[in-house]
């Protein structure tokens, strides 16, 4: 691709030919605030708050949308620019129930933070009712059309990344909002509850039904780490207060799922805090599994196995390694197939 050069804010600056003005602007540290845009769903140009003006050009341009040329001399941050950034973000929050300290959002929400960064305590226009009813029907995600900004990420997520034809813009005019298959509840339409849609929300929109109530945004801790479910090995942001997990989201930024997960690694996490979880070994015992130290659990393995391979060989005894564990503790089984009972039989679940 061809190199160009342009000038944004008084800095030359290289670029690819066809590059979209936003993108260079973030490549270079130049901020421009945007909450249609996504790297990952890209197709933007829909909220119009990357507003930038190039000389030249009539009134102000969509960054998203608009590619860097070059001998291009763009300005991102003039009164008029601000002032046009101030009254949509206005409007976007007039245009809804954006009442941010009963929004489950408040913390993460990218309008929020567009709104602080633009000094907006309060929008300027009378605040609407659209009037939605909060959609609590799936398991694990409720949508609330109250807050929704029309930004069309999860639409372009739901259809154009994970595939899955759920959700689309339905009705027109004032009327118009995200529909799931004809407008069904959620939890009747076609969804999976991968969550990718959540995922990608810039606002309340759509939030995490196992959160909600608990302030998830707040006095959390985010822990990265691999999802435990499969081989894939998804990388995930574990949300934590006082060693509970509130919610799950997939790391953006990292391979190989750029931010996507399937509803096992988002949502199934209960086990972790489940007053269910085995955190002992059990032992069978005049026919009841009784709790045991470690110490004799593995004692009464270890003898159990040796009377096997003696009374039917090494061959009559299987190792079968587990995707949850780590590389290394999988290793370690098949050294112990392999070097002391002294078989080959050995397989792992994920290969299934
Ligand atoms: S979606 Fe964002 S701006 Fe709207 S109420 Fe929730 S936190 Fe506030
Ligand atoms: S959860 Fe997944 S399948 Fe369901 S609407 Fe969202 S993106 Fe589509
Ligand atoms: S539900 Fe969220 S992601 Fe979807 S269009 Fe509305 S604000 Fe955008």
Known sequence: MNKITLNIDGRELQAKSGQSLLS??????????TLCYHPRTKKAGKCRICVVAVEGLPGLQVSCSLAAADGMIVHTYTKKIIETRKMIVELYLASGKHDCPTCEADGE???????????????????????????????MIIRDMNKCIHCYRCIVGCNDLVVNEVIEMGYRGSRMTVVCDLDSPMGDSSCVICGECVQLCPTGALTEKKAAGKESNRDTVKVRTTCPYCGVGCQIFLHVRDNEILKVTGVEAAKPNYGSLCIKGRFGYDFVNSHDRLKS??????????????????????????????????DSIVGIGCARTTNEDNYLMMKLMRGVIGTNNVDHCART
């Not at 602007?25 to 421009?32: D, L, V």
């Not at 270890?302 to 039917?312: F, G, P, V």
Request: glycine share 8%; charged share 30%; hydrophobic share 30%.
């Open 24 to 33: 260079v602007a973030r490549e270079n540290g130049i901020y421009i605030p």
């Open 109 to 139: 929400c990218e309008l929020q933070d567009v709104a602080k960064v633009l000094g907006i305590e309060k929008s300027g226009f009378p605040m609407s009712d659209k009037g939605y009813v909060t959609d609590s029907s799936s398991p």
């Open 281 to 314: 070994p059990l032992v069978r015992k005049d026919g009841k599994l009784v709790e045991v130290s470690w110490d004799e659990a593995l004692d009464y393995t270890a003898k159990k196995l040796s009377q096997i391979k003696n009374d039917h060989g090494p």
